[in-house]
């Protein structure tokens, strides 16, 4: 089984609902990312919509490298019919005439969708030209899980919304020991699970006031103090306080709230599945400590339908099952994510029995939530920015000389548009 699991992960795989599609042979191919546990949930949603709609058949495409798959099967003039497209990718396939324009249907529709029920910032993540692209499926804000046994050892208050940066540090000063209570190091706080120093610091950077690119997508902002200040402080956390591993301390240690190895860890939900699983701590969930204002990162995936599926009626209203009511609270079971509908995700996590406790937070936090400055160039210029910051987070280099050499780079990518 374990070798069937791994397999799963490592190679695309084909899997079928549970219905046959004899009456009118109808087959839509659905296309999707995540780990065996969550194409597990996707396959139980499949099958309640295949046993109301028994003349459909849904062929499954689990794919880990998940945009080169995609890439080809459009380049190739088969692409799936309806199939997951993150925020950040959006723009930039609605260019290339690979989405269906659902406005039509949705304004056709517009009782039964109910844009009204969706947060409003996630319908317009995938808006481009004034045209809606793709119907959210789920979201997660970056919040912070802690170890609430540590607090107690440490004899200090669980983290709250009065949390700012300096509180935060504080914290995580009294909470890393050379020697923790599981025999090796406990830092104070670690990003989540395996990834590197660097995660979540673009949150900071909103928090102190800075942006990344203008408002008309044309200029860098990067070289400001605003930005270059908050990746130092992040920076610091690791290379000057350490309170947090380094890239070399990350590789040698069992890091990450699971294990015992720090006391918070900024995540999105979807670390709660393997959270759930532990049973010598208990933990909890908590805003991003603030910095000169309140802010965090969202992250959103929409389905959307391919522009040349063969059957875009029958794609429309399985989209429509699985956005709406039922669909999204079957799809929430795992706990992975936060549904799109604000109707259905209060529902689901304030009556969830299951941990975290504080699950408010993941409906707060989208009300100061922010997405990065998606266009059609920030793939390439999020490649520039990741590359000279990680002589930061190494300690090699200061923020605020990477900054400005980010933002010359950046500056000559934005001029091939102008």
Not at 185 to 210: D, M, R, T
Not at 380 to 391: F, G, K, M, V, W
Request: positive net charge; contains cysteine.
């Amino acid at each position: 089984m374990k070798k069937v699991l791994l397999l799963l992960c490592l190679l695309p795989a084909l899997l079928f609902a549970g219905c046959a599609g004899k009456s009118q042979g109808t087959e839509l191919t659905y296309m999707l990312w995540g780990t065996p546990g969550e194409v597990g949930t996707v396959q139980k949603v499949l099958d309640a919509y295949c046993k109301e709609n028994p003349n459909v058949a849904i062929k499954v495409i689990h794919a880990v490298d998940y945009n080169r798959k995609l890439n080809t099967m459009i380049a190739g003039g088969t692409p799936p019919d309806v199939f997951y497209v993150n925020a950040s990718d959006l723009q930039y396939y609605a260019s290339k005439g690979a989405l269906l324009d659902l406005q039509g249907l949705i304004e056709r529709d517009a009782v039964e969708v109910n844009l009204k029920d969706f947060f409003p910032v996630l319908v317009e993540a995938f808006r481009w030209q004034g045209r809606l692209y793709g119907l959210p499926k789920d979201f997660t804000p970056l919040v912070m899980y802690y170890n609430k046994d540590m607090f107690d050892e440490a004899h200090l208050a669980y983290p709250d919304e009065s949390w700012d940066w300096k509180k935060f540090l504080e914290s995580a000063r009294k909470l890393t020991r050379e020697k923790g209570s599981r025999g090796f190091k406990q830092y104070g706080f670690v990003p989540s699970f395996g990834s590197l120093p660097s995660f979540g610091y673009e949150a900071f950077v909103f928090q102190n006031g800075g942006k990344f690119l203008s408002g008309d997508m044309k200029k860098c902002l990067m070289s400001e103090p605003a930005v270059y200040e908050a990746i130092q402080f992040y920076s610091d956390l690791s290379n000057r306080e350490h309170v947090a591993p380094s890239n070399l301390e990350a590789k040698d240690s069992p890091l990450g709230l699971n294990t015992g190895g720090s006391a918070m860890m900024l995540a999105g939900r979807w670390v709660v599945p393997d959270l759930r699983r532990i049973k010598r701590f208990t933990w909890d969930v908590a805003p991003i400590p603030h910095g000169k204002e309140r802010a965090t990162l969202l992250y959103t995936v929409a389905y959307s339908i391919a522009r040349g599926c063969k059957y875009p009626g029958e794609a429309w209203k399985l989209v429509k099952f699985l956005t709406g009511p039922r669909g999204q609270t079957l799809n929430s079971s795992m706990g992975l994510a936060v549904p799109t509908r604000s109707s259905i995700a209060e529902k689901v996590l304030l009556q969830d029995p299951l941990p975290p406790r504080n699950n408010r937070v993941y409906l707060d936090s989208i009300k100061y939530g922010r997405f990065l400055p998606y266009n059609l160039k920030w793939n390439e210029i999020q490649q520039i920015i990741n590359a000279r910051l990680e002589t930061v987070f190494n300690g090699e280099k200061g923020a605020r000389e990477a900054c400005e050499e980010i933002t010359k780079e950046v500056n000559q990518v934005l001029e091939t548009d102008k």
